[in-house]
């Protein structure tokens, strides 16, 4: 899911199950997946629909914020 679209639905009211996790491609990276409803799940993606990864959790803090997520749960 695109950081706009995330803003999007977070004004609209959505309430998104947010997971921070390892990425498992590259475990010094964090990668952000966000759960909804049915089962559906999305990974946090840039304009190329690449998946974003974070060199750490205080990277990645503040750009959660700004998506407008207060609540994470961080896997590890």
């Given at each position: 899911?695109?950081?706009?679209?995330?803003?999007r639905r977070?004004?609209?009211?959505?309430?998104?199950?947010?997971?921070?996790m390892v990425n498992p491609a590259?475990?010094?990276q964090w990668?952000?997946?966000f759960k909804k409803e049915a089962g559906?799940?999305?990974f946090l993606v840039d304009e190329d629909e690449q998946v974003q990864t974070f060199a750490s959790l205080d990277a990645l803090m503040?750009?959660?914020r700004t998506l407008?997520?207060?609540?994470?749960e961080v896997q590890l």
């Open positions: 899911m695109k950081r706009a679209d995330v803003k977070t004004a609209e009211g959505v309430l998104f199950d947010t997971q921070i590259n475990t010094t990668i952000v997946l559906r799940s999305f503040p750009e959660l407008g997520i207060k609540r994470v």
